[in-house]
Each structure stands twice: as structure tokens, then as C-alpha cells.
């Protein structure tokens, strides 16, 4: 079965980094692409950034474009959020998504909050 397991979340303080993973199985993970989003208390859950099967198409949110990157590793079946520049309305969980875009599965969610 599909699974999406999540890790690499953290307190940090503003303008600090993280670097998040996403290790999946139960699919052909290097032929499809994968997805980062993110929800915050009391708000829907928002597209973070995409990513294509082959790590050569990246899209990404109007509010983390120039601070995060997303990237993918196929042979260790992992994807990864770089995320630098942190500020507080960063603060979410954030859930890995795919196969697909978007996709029907998610993983469990990291917590990232950014407070000084």
C-alpha cells in the first residue's frame, strides 16, 4: 500500500531553515510527480509546491517562491522542502502528497512552527 512518511519539522526562529522529507512507498515512485502542502490553525490546507516526476518541472506558492525549494531524490524514493528564510505565517503542518497532482494519498504531517 501506499504510504508517505513525513520527518524534519521543528521549532526554528524567523529567518532560520528546515529542511523537510518525505520518504514514500508502495508506488513507482520516479514516474510520478509529488506535491508539498501545508495548513495552518484555523485555515485550509494550502499547495505548497509541485514537483515533476523527474525533478525537472517545479511550481511553487506566490508566498514561498524565492525562500523554499522542493527536490527529489528517485532512487532513495524521497522528496525534500528546503525551506529558508523562515517567517512566523510559515507556521503550519506540513503533509506530503502523491502520487499525482495532486494526489490521494498523504502522509501523517509535520509540525513547523517559527517563533522567536
Known amino acids: 500500500q501506499v504510504q508517505l512518511v513525513e520527518s524534519g519539522g521543528g521549532l526554528v526562529q524567523p529567518g532560520g531553515s528546515l529542511r523537510l522529507s518525505c520518504a514514500a512507498s508502495?508506488?513507482?515512485?520516479?514516474?510520478?510527480?509529488m506535491n508539498w502542502y501545508r495548513q495552518a490553525p484555523e485555515k485550509g490546507r494550502e499547495l505548497v509546491a509541485t514537483i515533476s516526476s523527474t525533478g525537472g518541472s517545479t511550481n511553487y506558492a506566490d508566498s514561498v517562491k524565492g525562500r523554499f525549494t522542493i527536490s527529489r531524490d528517485n532512487a532513495k524514493n524521497t522528496v525534500y522542502l528546503q525551506m529558508n528564510n523562515l517567517k512566523p505565517e510559515d507556521t503550519a503542518v506540513y503533509f506530503c502528497n502523491g502520487p499525482g497532482r495532486p494526489g490521494a494519498y498523504w502522509g501523517q504531517g509535520t509540525q513547523v512552527t517559527v517563533s522567536s
Open positions: 508502495g508506488f513507482t515512485f520516479r514516474a510520478n510527480p
